[in-house]
């Protein structure tokens, strides 16, 4: 056989073919990812959200390897060594197109903020910042279950069978991830009563900090030495929660104790300046405000003070605190009035002696 009959050969021509086939479908997906794909994208960036550029993000590669898959099925249509229509070679290749287009909702899933953010202007969709963790996570796990299941029907697994066979070891499981479930329960509680979300400032007696993250099973807070303490779920739904970023003012509480020998005219129009101090003050909420003559203690008299800051920022209550003791400093001295001392009297029997 020379080599002109050995190249027109049936075998050698359509495997030149299948060669060509695969070829093309390559150029084709370079051509797409290089030119297509950024035109595309260049005009979903000019929409108003980035919706349609997440999903396009998404799905990019998962695309690419499509045309792949399909370019080795029309291949094969010409390669003499496989059957296009072997039943192995059709499972492998539906298996793979489920494969891809699972890996393109899966990052679709991951890219959360841009893509709920997406829902939120395209639908009037209103979805809190807590939530947004736990449903990327569910999402995530239904797609890679509903994968693997239609990956396991094509190739003749029964997954009904496998699902009631759940239900007979379903009081195992249960015992086995009792801790477990309880962290996830945990996590819907935190979710549906929401105590707290991302980045707000609690107290609860485990733990004290800003919130960074928070899981299935457990929520990460960042303590004020920055230390990252994770808490479980449930012990967290099982305790009481402050809430100091939910605080609409901040308490100021504190009492002056005063000489004894303090002149009740000079006590009195004092107390009525401080409290004229207060009811002035731009960073001091009016709604509650004490200043009262509280009580007779063994050393001096008590002028006790309740009232509250418009702020809650720390730095902001702290120099308004500052500057009305200054004030009420300047108050008491204008007045002549001295601060009570610690003071102790002995008496001493001359006749003992």
Not at 18 to 47: C, D, E, M, P
Not at 251 to 275: G, Y
């Amino acid at each position: 056989m020379d080599w002109y009959e050995w190249f027109t050969r049936y075998e050698v021509v359509h495997t030149g073919i299948a060669l060509g086939v695969l070829l093309l479908f390559w150029l084709f997906r370079k051509v797409f990812a290089k030119y297509i794909f950024t035109l595309i994208l260049k005009l979903s960036n000019k929409a108003p959200n980035s919706f349609f550029s997440t999903i396009l993000l998404s799905f990019e590669k998962p695309f690419q390897w499509l045309v792949t898959i399909i370019g080795v099925y029309v291949a094969v249509g010409y390669f003499p060594y496989i059957d296009q229509k072997n039943l192995l070679f059709l499972h492998l290749i539906r298996s793979s197109i489920v494969i891809v287009i699972a890996w393109g909702f899966y990052n679709l899933t991951g890219a959360t903020s841009s893509f709920f953010s997406g829902l939120n202007n395209r639908f009037n969709m209103r979805i809190d910042d807590i939530l947004i963790p736990f449903i990327s996570k569910a999402l995530r796990f239904i797609i890679i279950v509903i994968t693997l299941s239609i990956i396991a029907q094509e190739f003749g697994y029964n997954v009904s069978t496998f699902v009631a066979g759940l239900g007979i070891g379903g009081l195992a499981f249960a015992l086995a991830a009792k801790d477990a479930l309880a962290q996830f329960f945990g996590g819907v509680v935190i979710i549906t009563e929401k105590p707290f979300t991302i980045g707000d400032w609690i107290y609860t007696p485990t733990v004290e900090g800003t919130v960074e993250d928070i899981s299935f099973r457990s929520t990460k807070i960042r303590t004020f030495g920055q230390a990252l303490v994770t808490v479980p779920n449930a012990t967290l739904a099982n305790e009481a929660i402050t809430n100091w970023s939910k605080m609409g003012k901040r308490q100021v509480s504190f009492t002056i104790r005063v000489a004894p020998t303090t002149d009740k005219v000079a006590l009195q129009r004092s107390i009525d300046d401080i409290r004229h101090l207060l009811r002035n003050h731009e960073g001091v909420h009016q709604e509650t405000i004490f200043v009262k003559f509280d009580e007779y203690k063994e050393n001096g008299m008590n002028i006790m003070l309740y009232f509250f800051t418009k702020t809650t920022d720390w730095g902001a209550y702290l120099d308004i605190k500052e500057e009305v003791n200054y004030k009420i400093l300047d108050i008491l001295r204008a007045e002549e009035i001295t601060f009570a001392l610690p003071n102790t009297k002995l008496i001493v029997d001359e006749e003992a002696l």
